[in-house]
């Protein structure tokens, strides 16, 4: 850890040391630019007069001056027209020698041009050529890197000193601590031992705290344990009331489902036991007239009522049969097990056909908008029960008080192996309230008036069950309502799985 520390340290300041190394260079090198063009401005403007006149020592006194600055190593001043060197300084021998390092030196030259005072009238009368050196440069950054390398490597004997120091007075003290945790760890509370008193004034607290920790750990799990066993016990409590809440609900169910059934069966029953009590009453009063003689229009009048009673019977009976058969499907339960590969178009088309005396006689449309060539493997009767009941839904609820409507079947695919069979009307719509309860048993908004209650439960149980697939409603106010039936491609034999 220590030496992770240190080599961490050391490469931190040496990035330091990189990025200050890089600063300095750049400015260094800004700043000998910025000689470079003041030096040759300085020349450009202060030679052209002496060179003139011809004022040699003026002209030497000016190039010492600026010889002066270390980054010069020599000046020369060049004839106009004859190129040749009119004037020198160079700065070898003792005071300063051409760079010997890794940097060339940098030739900068200007054009002299004297410019006479009264008229304005300019004349090129030559050139300067300075030269300079960036030695300077190269040793402030060898001192600087020098300087970086002596402070980390101070750094890192004082880290390393610190870090020896630590290890005796700090971590030793921390080790034992945690060997203890780790000890109360693998162990329960009741075996682990508390840590004896430090020497260090400075982890005394912390072992102290420690073994109050302990101590609180240990009446804290006395108090779990407790409290597991009260838990263990109101959770046997609360199985054995949600048991009885569900028996009791089961029982409600099942309440509710007897006087459902009980309710629709009524009416045909006693509508069958009028017919079967009329048919009666008519056979003691033809055993009466047969006493005493059997009339034509007696016989006849006989004849009528016993036809009409066992029309109305058998209308009665055939009702109560079918509601037989609807309770039969609530679970879901159905008699088709004719399963084989169908076209969806023409199932629906087929239904259409069925129902076509019905819509005839009413103002309202159905259009199937399945295309052709959709095919699934399933339960074909199955399918067509549950685009029935749809249908007689829409009729007998969603165009009330409307003199037109239009009913459509339409087909998405889900996936490779599910398809969307969407029905939708533009009826009334539904209430957010009635929507919630649709799928329920014997639930309807026309109790008495030709709603059993059973259509949409057993087209819900039918989707989900036999058919393998899933059903969602959306519907609002005025709106119309929409049914997305979700079926496999290939409904499985035995064991359907709903979406």
Known sequence: MSHCFTLVTTLTLSLFGVYAHSALSNDLNKRFAAIQESSLARLQATLPEPLWNYEKATT???????????EITRIQVFDQRTERVIIEISLNGTTRSPSNGHWAPVVREGPLVWTESEGGREESIGRVVVTFTPEHIEASLRAQLFQRVIEVLILDVLLVALLVFSLRMVFRPL??????????????AEIASELPDSKFSEFS????????????????????????IEAQEALQKLKKTQSELLRAEKLAALGSMVAGVAHELNTPIGNA???????DDC?????????????????????????QGAQLLLRNVQRAADLVSSFKRLSGVSDDTKRGTFELHEVVQSVI??????LKASPYVLINAVPAGVVITGYPESLREILRALISNSLTHAFEGREQGTMRFRYEELDAEHITLIYRDDGIGMTPEVMNRIFEPFFTTKLGRGGSGLGLHIVHNLTTGLLGGGIDVSSSPGQGCEFQLRLPKDVPEAGPVGL
């Open 175 to 188: 080790h034992q601590l945690r060997d203890a945790l780790f000890d109360l760890a693998g162990n329960s």
């Open 273 to 279: 036991m009028m017919a079967a009590s009329t048919i």
């Open 60 to 70: 030497r006194e000016i190039l010492a001056a600026e010889g002066s600055i270390k």
């Open 205 to 228: 607290e912390v072992v102290r705290g420690f073994n109050l920790t302990m101590r609180k750990l240990r009446d804290l799990i006395d108090r779990h344990a407790a409290a597991k």
């Open 283 to 307: 056979a003691q009063k033809f055993d009466q007239l047969r006493a005493t003689g059997v009339t034509k229009s007696g016989l006849e009048s006989f004849l009528v009522s016993i036809r």
């Open 353 to 358: 056909r069925e129902l076509a005396p019905v």
